[in-house]
């Protein structure tokens, strides 16, 4: 195989042809400018979810069996969280399996993961569909390693990766593990994360008019707000939205009512 042609694999099925050919197993042609902006929107597919920049990736078991893609990434580490999945290239990359398949060890897979931070080396979390169990090790890594707590760690990843349906048994872990991680007392009040439809649509982060709890999640004391790490200034103060009359607007109008 000419060196060209180990060059180019196929952005869709990973095989490695001709910049000018058709790929004979999927039917598309290469085109290597258009995989690091896939990467980064990372809204499923062949590709995985890239969540913190160069370093930590979140994806499926479809994305874990695609050896070439991930060596395309620079992934190396790859952290599988279901026993039942096997670790199909032993030989191409390092791999880590949680042993427990209903109870995630949190604690032993950031360790992982922090060595790979450590080694400067890029990892893969991955589940069976990446919508649960993997996106919940990833939330516990941000919740332990960046001090975000549970309600930012899961707004980031999923604005990065929208597919994820944390259930119900894995939000609890995870609040759980909040309170491990910042003490009870901070967490005693803390309402389930945001339903996907809520995250989706355009008034997210607050509450509407039937809602039981009119307290969004992002607004409750003691939940440390990852913007409020952005430099001051980014958001006016006084800003509102909508129209708001003047007094004089008020009293002239008032004046016309009376005329009338």
Do not use: M
């Given at each position: 195989m000419r060196k060209r042609e180990r060059e180019n694999p196929c952005g869709?099925?990973?095989h490695f042809h001709k910049q000018e050919e058709v790929c004979g197993v999927c039917g598309h042609r290469p085109v290597r400018e258009e995989r690091p902006a896939e990467v980064q929107q990372g809204g499923g597919g062949t590709f995985p979810?890239?969540?913190?920049?160069?370093?930590?990736?979140?994806?499926?078991?479809?994305?874990?069996?695609?050896?070439?893609?991930?060596?395309?990434?620079?992934?190396?580490?790859?952290?599988?969280?279901?026993?039942?999945?096997?670790?199909?290239?032993?030989?191409?990359?390092?791999?880590?399996?949680?042993?427990?398949d209903k109870?995630?060890?949190?604690?032993?897979a950031i360790k992982f993961i922090e060595q790979c931070d450590k080694d400067k080396s890029r990892v893969l979390?991955?589940?069976m569909s990446g919508k649960s169990r993997s996106p919940a090790?990833?939330?516990a890594y941000l919740m332990k390693c960046k001090g975000w707590r549970l309600a930012q760690s899961f707004?980031?990843?999923k604005e990065r990766r929208p597919q994820v349906e944390l259930s119900a048994d894995v939000q609890n872990q995870l609040v759980e593990f909040e309170q491990k991680i910042f003490g009870s007392k901070e967490v005693a009040t803390a309402q389930p994360l945001p339903q996907t439809d809520s995250l989706a649509s355009p008034g997210f982060g607050f509450p509407k008019p039937t809602d039981a709890s009119p307290v969004p999640l992002f607004?409750?004391?003691?939940t440390m707000s990852i913007f409020e790490r952005m430099s001051?200034?980014?958001?006016?103060?006084?800003?509102?939205?909508g129209a708001r009359k003047t007094e004089e607007q008020n009293s002239s109008f008032g004046d016309s009512m009376d005329s009338s």
């Open positions: 869709v099925c990973g979810t890239e969540v913190l920049k160069e370093f930590l990736y979140l994806g499926s078991y479809d994305n874990a069996s695609r050896s070439e893609l991930l060596k395309t990434i620079g992934v190396s580490h790859v952290l599988n969280t279901v026993p039942a999945c096997q670790n199909l290239y032993k030989n191409s990359f390092t791999y880590h399996c949680l042993q427990d109870v995630l060890q949190f604690d032993d979390v991955h589940c090790v990833v939330i707004q980031w990843v607004n409750q004391l003691g001051p200034g980014v958001a006016p103060n006084n800003f509102v939205f």
